[in-house]
């Protein structure tokens, strides 16, 4: 196997989630950014995967990893053979010998280590384009371990800022979700963006699909930062194919830019779609949570079609204003579809209006409900704010 032909492989491996076992797909995400796993790591290292031991498997080994460079912390130094604690057919980290990575490691114990969050702990050592270049991954690690303070802090936050930049404009899709998510949520990095690394991350967002799962924390990079025509590029995004994965953040972003004319853009464009991107643009809607969604959710509170009716009441809910209590109390009463309902009881809880409450602790005694509709509503009297609608 060439290093080429491993690094692609490996980089398969970590970049194609659905692929790996449910261990991997049920971690959550904030844990396997680079950041995160640079500031968790007892030991971070540049690694290529050796030929495991003779009876590795017997002995709970998946595999070796020769250290060619310690990027960060204690516990091994260069050339040192690191036996990977697991168990093959349990463990979604395969090590495959020839395998290039940077792997991020807990402190060797006992003489054997673990790779934190398992597939999820190595990213691919692309070569770099240049003749002697390293990959982006090894780029982007290598800074964040050269500029990450003994309490967690940057030293220097532009530099960071940059090579996480840089990741998001040169990786492969994995690295570019994480450090498109590091950048969102890092208090106050976005915010001292240059220009350059404004319009390579606009660039970015436009460039990825939705299935892309960095383009939901590039919605959110757009907008933080408000490049000229952000409302209709999210707009547009959320009308692409596979439109419903960017739904949640797409709205957050249309929060984020307060823009009340790519509101009414978005909701104009109902006019005469699908029940399914009716049904999109309604979540899309709630999730911006501004008052300038209130009209047009309503107006799909009364759509034929049961699906789009659910995603508008919870829409109306997600927004948290009284102001919607009419039209839910409006609603609550013609509504026949069993799930419509359950949608419309949960986003009346959420406008915390009086009528709202005494509808709903009418509705939870009355005895002619039926008596899984009366159960839902005395749950969400106990907990209104729970996280399902429905």
């Known amino acids: 196997m060439t290093s080429r032909t491993a690094a692609a492989a490996l980089l398969l491996l970590g970049a194609a989630l659905p692929l790996l076992p449910a261990r991997a797909e049920t971690r959550a995400e904030e844990d396997a950014t680079p950041l995160s796993l640079v ?14 031991p003779a009876g590795a498997a017997a002995e709970g080994v998946l595999g070796t990893l020769v250290v060619e460079e310690v990027l960060r912390g204690e516990g091994a130094r260069a050339g040192d053979s690191l036996a990977v604690a697991g168990h093959e057919g349990t463990e979604d980290v395969r090590i495959l010998p020839g395998l290039r990575a940077v792997a991020f490691l807990s402190v060797p114990a006992a003489g054997r280590t673990e790779v934190l969050c398992g597939a999820l702990g190595l990213l691919a ?5 240049a003749a002697g270049g390293e990959g982006a991954a090894v780029t982007l690690v290598r800074t964040l371990c050269g500029d990450l303070g003994p309490e967690g802090k940057f030293l220097t936050p532009g530099k960071v800022r940059a090579a996480l930049v840089a990741a998001v404009r040169d ?20 915010g001292e963006a240059t220009e350059g690394e404004r319009a390579d991350l606009a660039a970015a967002f436009r460039a990825v699909p939705n299935r892309d799962r960095g383009r939901a924390h590039l919605a959110r990079a757009v907008g933080m930062l408000r490049p000229e025509g952000a409302g209709a590029m999210l707009v547009e995004a959320v009308l692409e194919p596979e439109g419903f994965a960017l739904r949640r953040a797409a709205g957050e972003a249309l929060g984020l830019l307060g823009d009340e004319g790519a509101v009414r853009l978005l909701a104009s464009r109902t006019a005469g779609a699908t029940a399914e991107t009716r049904a999109l643009i309604a979540g899309v809607l ?25 995603e508008a009441a919870v829409g109306l809910g997600r927004l948290r204003t009284a102001d919607a209590a009419a039209a839910l109390l409006a609603r609550l009463v013609v509504e026949k579809d069993a799930r419509a309902r359950r949608a419309v009881a949960w986003a009346l809880a959420q406008c915390d209006h009086p009528e709202a409450w005494r509808a709903l602790r009418e509705a939870a005694a009355r005895e002619d409900e039926e008596a899984a509709f009366r159960a839902f509503v005395r749950s969400v009297l106990e907990n209104p704010r729970r996280s399902q609608p429905y």
């Open 125 to 129: 050592a692309e070569e770099g384009a």
């Open 286 to 310: 709630g999730h911006t949570g501004m008052a300038a969604a209130r009209p047009p959710l309503e107006a799909l509170a009364g759509s034929a079609e049961a699906p789009v009716r659910v």
């Open 39 to 52: 500031r968790r790591a007892g030991l971070v290292a540049v690694v290529r995967a050796g030929a495991p």
């Open 171 to 190: 990786g492969a899709p994995r690295l570019r979700a994480g450090a498109a998510f590091d950048l969102v949520r890092e208090t106050g990095l976005l």
